[in-house]
């Protein structure tokens, strides 16, 4: 057990346990309802030696990209559960959650600690991410149209978790293609869903500068500077204002 994180939660009689029934769709806890969805804030995966061989990693990749953005998902160390895992803890309330092993029951868990009704289909969230995962790799083959394609099969699906980096996904893949009205939308989409996104500002500055639209371009990338003021270290971001500058220094010549 690591530090004092696993002994403060043996400490507090409050943890509970629970397991999810392999096919039972109810989601009838230990726990009442009202405990189970009150404010979740942050959920940790267990990585620690058993969990690990467990499938800890997989269970954590999975809940960092279904995750609404109110939620936060980290790697932890052990949760004195040794045995019973995966396990992970969803916090503030210190509920211990355990036997979380496959990415479907990852879905239906989260969907259950966030309060989502059951007839929300918890699979719909792992096909979108499975496009989502298709996008990428049409992306980095520059096949961007399929990219977009898959991307836009991911959010017709609706998915309870991610659908804003679906968005800024496809502004991407949009922009690439030199669709800058539509690459904007899906930014809008984005900020609409969470507005202090910075990457979904990022995009934003670069559609602009890509349309000549220097001032509005330096207002995104600002914005995305007053959110997050220690992207200024990032050299990606440090690349980005220095094509600008050079852009508006050449704009502003007689």
Same mark, same amino acid.
């Given at each position: 057990?690591?530090?004092?994180?696993?002994? =403060?939660?043996?400490?507090?009689?409050?943890?509970?346990?629970?397991?999810?029934?392999?096919?039972?769709?109810?989601?009838?806890?230990?726990?009442?309802?009202?405990?189970?969805?009150?404010?979740?804030?942050?959920?940790?995966?267990?990585?620690?030696?058993? /969990?690990?061989?467990?499938?800890?990693?997989?269970?954590?990749?999975?809940?960092?990209?279904? =995750?609404?953005?109110?939620?936060?998902?980290?790697?932890?160390? /052990?949760?004195?559960?040794?045995?019973?895992?995966?396990?992970?803890?969803?916090?503030?309330?210190?509920?211990?959650?355990?036997?979380?092993?496959?990415?479907?029951?990852?879905?239906?868990?989260?969907?259950?600690?966030?309060?989502?009704?059951?007839?929300?289909?918890?699979?719909?969230?792992?096909?979108?991410?499975?496009?989502?995962?298709?996008?990428?790799?049409?992306?980095?083959?520059?096949?961007?149209?399929?990219?977009?394609?898959?991307?836009?099969?991911?959010?017709?699906?609706?998915?309870?978790?991610?659908?804003?980096?679906? @968005?800024?996904?496809?502004?991407?893949?949009?922009?690439?293609?030199?669709?800058?009205? =539509?690459?904007?939308?899906?930014?809008?989409?984005?900020?609409?869903?969470?507005?202090? @996104?910075?990457?979904? @500002?990022?995009?934003?500055?670069?559609?602009?500068?890509?349309?000549?639209?220097?001032?509005?371009?330096?207002?995104?990338?600002?914005?995305?500077?007053?959110?997050?003021?220690?992207?200024?270290?990032?050299?990606?971001?440090?690349?980005?204002?220095?094509?600008?500058?050079?852009?508006?220094? =050449?704009?502003?010549?007689?």
């Amino acid at each position: 057990m690591e530090g004092g994180f696993g002994l =403060a939660f043996n400490s507090v009689l409050q943890v509970a346990r629970l397991r999810l029934p392999s096919n039972d769709k109810s989601f009838c806890f230990p726990l009442p309802r009202a405990r189970i969805n009150a404010e979740l804030k942050e959920l940790r995966v267990c990585t620690n030696r058993t /969990c690990r061989r467990q499938g800890s990693m997989q269970i954590l990749e999975t809940l960092s990209s279904l =995750a609404p953005p109110e939620v936060a998902v980290k790697s932890c160390g /052990c949760l004195g559960r040794c045995g019973a895992g995966p396990n992970l803890v969803a916090l503030p309330d210190g509920v211990v959650v355990g036997h979380c092993g496959t990415p479907a029951r990852a879905s239906e868990m989260l969907m259950a600690l966030c309060g989502i009704k059951s007839d929300h289909d918890a699979a719909k969230n792992l096909e979108a991410l499975a496009l989502r995962k298709r996008a990428e790799a049409e992306f980095e083959k520059a096949n961007f149209s399929e990219a977009d394609r898959f991307l836009s099969q991911a959010i017709q699906l609706k998915p309870f978790g991610g659908i804003h980096v679906l @968005y800024k996904d496809r502004c991407l893949a949009r922009l690439t293609m030199g669709n800058f009205s =539509a690459a904007l939308e899906d930014v809008r989409e984005a900020l609409e869903l969470v507005p202090n @996104y910075t990457e979904a @500002y990022i995009c934003q500055g670069d559609v602009f500068l890509a349309m000549d639209q220097y001032d509005a371009a330096e207002k995104s990338y600002s914005t995305c500077l007053q959110i997050d003021p220690s992207i200024c270290r990032s050299k990606s971001f440090k690349t980005r204002i220095g094509r600008l500058q050079e852009k508006q220094t =050449a704009a502003n010549k007689p």
